[in-house]
T-cell receptor, first 116, second 111 residues
């Protein structure tokens, strides 16, 4: 399996500031994904990050608000820019399978963001 | 949009089998049924997946109807640690395909 860690685990931020969330996978993976989970809601995909190319954003999410980096096969960052209280959510990173032995995706523990 | 329908919540007594239904009447021929669960304050965890045959692993069993329009996840001997939100997802069987989460079923195991 793939073990995923995220930093920070939680943060409280002021509106108008930006926060960068880091995601580290213990195996090389082709695809990484970023999800948002608003309070009491299900997960919504923000974007797919493929190493060496621009991230692919889902409808309703834009690069200026959620810039993503994917510098190598084990690491990605998501920045939440110019934050407002509506950005208060849990942000989760996931990875595609680390090898052909797996068909599932693996998830990090999430970053709980509160914007004041 | 999610392509599955699940009851919003269910209760199950500890030690009994928990049977979680899922409707996926528009499933395509190349799509598999995946189940994930999310325990409170954790990331989702993969449970099991299948195409048309019933599947069993150390966590659960998956029963898929012959027409593939619905399925049931079975936790054979539920424990308090199985309390979670369970998500049924249909997608092609490529690990790098994105997951589209519906609202899931909140399963509560009662002592």
């Amino acid at each position: 399996s793939a073990v995923i860690s995220q930093k920070p685990s939680r943060d409280i931020c002021q509106r108008g500031t930006s926060l960068t969330i880091q995601c580290q996978v213990d195996s090389q993976v082709t695809m990484m994904f970023w999800y948002r989970q608003q309070p009491g809601q299900s997960l919504t995909l923000i974007a797919t990050a493929n190493q060496g190319s621009e991230a692919t954003y889902e409808s309703g999410f834009v690069i200026d608000k959620f810039p993503i980096s994917r510098p190598n096969l084990t690491f990605s960052t998501l920045t939440v820019s110019n934050m407002s209280p509506e950005d208060s959510s849990i942000y989760l990173c996931s990875s595609g399978p680390p090898s052909s032995s797996y068909n599932e995706q693996f998830f990090g523990p999430g970053t709980r963001l509160t914007v004041l | 949009d999610a392509k599955t329908t699940q009851p919003p919540s269910m209760d199950c007594a500890e030690g009994r089998a928990a049977n979680l239904p899922c409707n996926h009447s528009t499933i395509s021929g190349n799509e598999y049924v995946y189940w994930y669960r999310q325990i409170h304050s954790q990331g989702p965890q993969y449970i099991i997946h299948g195409l048309k045959n019933n599947e069993t692993n150390e966590m659960a069993s998956l029963i898929i109807t012959e027409d593939r329009k619905s399925s049931t996840l079975i936790l054979p001997h539920a424990t308090l640690r199985d309390t979670a939100v369970y998500y049924c997802i249909v997608r092609p069987n490529f690990g790098n395909e994105k997951l589209t989460f519906g609202t899931g079923t909140r399963l509560t195991i009662i002592p």
